[in-house]
């Protein structure tokens, strides 16, 4: 009965490659986002989906694409990965403003 | 532009005592809300306290409390009969009214020392 589930929890993969996150809620919530969270555990947002739509994209690089089948789904693709995408990647969810933010268990993404 | 800071990059006390983690913010808004999150090392991001800008009274969950100063614009959190487990990384952090993302500050690491 996990609220903010996400998959995987460790992803090790080589520069260049192409990987994705998949991020699921099960808490009715309309909005969901995606943190990156770098080495010295600053967290900032990238994305944000209202309803499936997208509300935020705070200049994350056009390498980084979110994608929302529905309101209880929100993935992150990336391509062409590289060494600064090294990071732990949170996805959240929240009812309307001014609710709480429920926060996935994060995703290691290390980049060799 | 929102910005939060946590001068307060390290912190370390003995069980039971009670500490206080610093937090400032900047905002032009009228709205906002304040939010204080324990990240542990399992990595989960916890909500511990939250506090609406309009209200006067300092909120309180338990053992953790904040101290709200809403013209200095510090939103300082203190942590009663710390027990072994709060040890964890804190992040400070606010939203304003119709935003839907959070800012966060640098985080303070506390340790609580059997």
């Known amino acids: 009965d996990t609220a903010v589930s996400q998959t995987p929890k460790y992803l090790v993969t080589q520069m260049g490659n192409d990987k994705s996150i998949k991020c699921e809620q099960n808490?009715?919530?309309?909005?969901m986002y995606w943190y990156k969270q770098d080495s010295k555990k600053f967290l900032k947002i990238m994305f944000s989906y209202n309803n499936k739509e997208l509300i935020i994209n705070e200049t994350v690089p056009n390498r980084f694409s979110p994608k929302s089948p529905d309101k209880a789904h929100l993935n992150l693709h990336i391509n062409s990965l590289e060494l600064g995408d090294s990071a732990v990647y949170f996805c959240a969810s929240s009812q309307d403003f001014p609710d709480t933010q429920y926060f996935g268990p994060g995703t290691r993404l290390t980049v060799l | 532009a929102q910005t939060v800071t946590q001068s307060q990059p390290e912190m370390s006390v003995q069980e039971a005592e009670t500490v206080t983690l610093s937090c400032t913010y900047d905002?032009?808004?009228?709205?906002?809300?304040l939010f204080w999150y324990k990240q542990p090392p399992s990595r989960q991001m916890i909500l511990v306290i939250r506090q609406e800008a309009y209200k006067q009274q300092n909120a309180t969950e338990n053992r953790f409390s904040v101290n709200f100063q809403k013209a200095a614009k510090s939103f300082s959190l203190k942590i009663s009969d710390s027990q072994l487990g709060d040890t964890a990384m804190y992040f400070c952090?606010?939203?304003?009214?119709?935003?839907?993302?959070?800012?966060f500050g640098q985080g303070t690491r506390l340790t609580i020392n059997p």
């Open positions: 952090s606010t939203r304003i009214q119709g935003a839907q993302k959070l800012v």
């Open positions: 905002t032009s808004e009228s709205n906002y809300y």
């Open positions: 808490l009715g919530h309309d909005t």
